[in-house]
DNA sequence: TGACTTTCTCCAGTCACAGGACAAAGGTGC
DNA sequence: GCACCTTTGTCCTGTGACTGGAGAAAGTCA
């Protein structure tokens, strides 16, 4: 099958596309009243784009009084993939043109293995959601790293958790296997921009968005957009000091949040407690197992265990003390917790919700809801079609 | 004299307002260099700019191997008003259209004494500095007030160190009193405007500016453009929390930034080192005039006093712990320290940096500038008259 | 069945703009 | 002093973008 070969001709095009992927089908009546260009004019560009192949006609919507409409959606057969790496997953899931999301896969992979060995499951990914007809053929790429991406070029720079990843043409080398478009963005920036897309975050201007799972890192989007910074490292929260002369981090400093409070921070912890005999959940579940986990703590605090939901707050205070400090400086309309660790749920978000509220200015946090992220782990994914949407419908 | 009626009536004239406000007098063909529109029709809109009288075709310039060109410039009549009202003092200059200060007056006023008092004064500084012939009215102002403003409606909100502001319609009053449009915004968004416009951070598109004067602020400058945050608080670092439990602070929290470094902060702490004889230098000064201001701690240090030197360095440490988060969260390009203190100088300033460059991560740090500013207190003043000429020399 | 509404197409006129031809005004080399 | 080149600025015409109105198509409602 041909795939997307087309883009948008101009601004209007590029708009009438975002228009379609983020309203569903419409009439040309419809998208008129959201654009502001005469009736004439809008037909114009939308025959264009029929006859480009990226949407077409299909069928006759109900009247609402008068003629029926034609409705005008985007081309059925256009599939985006999302990718999002993570330290000790990849998630990989196929999305029609209105990222609605078709099939969706997850499986273990250590990201220190390398991109080589990664993008070999990936692709493999890939073809299984291909092979079970969800696709015939992908039209562009999203993909998430869990580190600092050099964003024009696709490429990661000094990722601290990902040895080997320095300076590999994710871009240029996916963009070749996969046979269609890619775009690269820090793991965290796709979870603000899938959330930002279909999850809490819809219509909010300016939010921050922070993910706790392996590492912690925060999604910033100012005016509807996404702040990357000069060096594609915004967001990098993880290795702030939250303790003078503290605990030592793998980063080589002293005190950082990450020391404290992330997955790998938080399994130590539980395990040091299950050593140590002070919550007999804990030692039953390290027992079994050998190992704990986020997991583990989330379901011995379900349980009620005092010591797990004494690591949780704790963290969830070191945690809020640092988004406190965030929200003071950058005023944001909405703050989104969001990552592996939402599991522990309620206890954690609690402990958020009063640094902030205590530490922070009143008019910062007046009308400022903190909430956990509504889509899981499929907010990278549908990030990442968002981003190689975003790219593929924006002027040539 | 009639002021300035006339409005850029589309983009392109805007765009040319504003490259001959940043570039001074220009010839049609150098400003088609910059444009990217044909010389007929960039010749379309000279001309009607110059019906407008906004620009004027004043002689010739020296030839470049052809035929002479005319050189192009705003109208030299138009003049700007930079208003920057601190804690203590109010800063009031006119400025030409390309925003060179033509008159500059400073004078104490407590911002305490409430909006009526203090625009009182605005308006005889203006009125004084038009008596001087610098000029015969003003075509706009920019007004900058030291705490958060709702910026659309150039509003003061919630002002911790101004009771009496709250609510008061700054813009529109003063508009009315001075005749002319108005903006008003936060002074350190102004500091960051006019250190932007004419300082250290010409060409730097996303930094941070840090204002320590009484109280401690952030200019936040993304993309060349000032963010204010959803209810124009953001930048205001003056209360984020150092230390748990730590001193109090007039906010009513605990451990702020404020509490540990600020001018307030600083003078408290030299005269309580005087009290104790700590420090023979501060105590002399103490005993002349009877209180001590970040002024003579800055000349206590230039004459070496250990105790002046050490406050200014725990200070510095304290504010580089503060930034140093924010470095690692925003990744910004550069970071202007400026603000009263500034003459506090480089023992500040290395006491800032080192907390940077120490705690954050590299990938942010390596290539970051961190400069005090170069305009001192006509920052503001500049940043005022740059925020309305940005507003006027906007389509209608 | 007629009046009214909504949707969509067609067409003519207007405006924005590019690009070339040309004029004006200077310099340079012989 | 003259021919020739460069630079600047103006004029003019053709093209494409866009608007708004007329009208056709297709429906609802009384």
Sequence with gaps: MRRMTARPANAHQARLLRLLRDGGPNSRAQLGDQVDLSRSKLAVEVDRLLETGLVVADGLAASRGGRRSHNIRLAPALRFLGVDIGATSIDVAVTNAELEVLGHINQPMDVREGPVAVFEQVLAMAAKLRA?????????????????????????????IMPGWDGFPVREALSQDLGCPV???NDVNLMAMGEQHAGVARSVGDFLCVKIGTGIGCGIVVGGDVYRGTTGSAGDIGHIQVEPDGRACACGNKGCLEAYFSGAALAR???????????????????????????DVAAAAAAGDATALDLIRAGGNRTGQVIAGLVSFFNPGLVVIGGGVTGLGHTLLAAIRTQVYRQSLPLATGNLPIVLGELGPTAGVIGGARLISDHLFSPA
Aim: proline letters at 12%; hydrophobic letters at 35%; glycine letters at 16%.
């Design 132 to 160: 079970s007809g969800l696709a015939e053929g992908f039209d562009g790429a999203g993909i998430g790293v869990p580190g600092p991406v050099r964003f024009p070029e696709g490429v990661p720079v000094a990722p601290p």
């Design 183 to 185: 775009m690269v963005d």
């Design 269 to 295: 912890d539980a395990e040091e407690a299950a050593h140590h005999g002070r919550s007999p959940e804990l030692s039953t579940r390290f027992e079994g197992s050998g190992r704990l986990t986020a997991v």
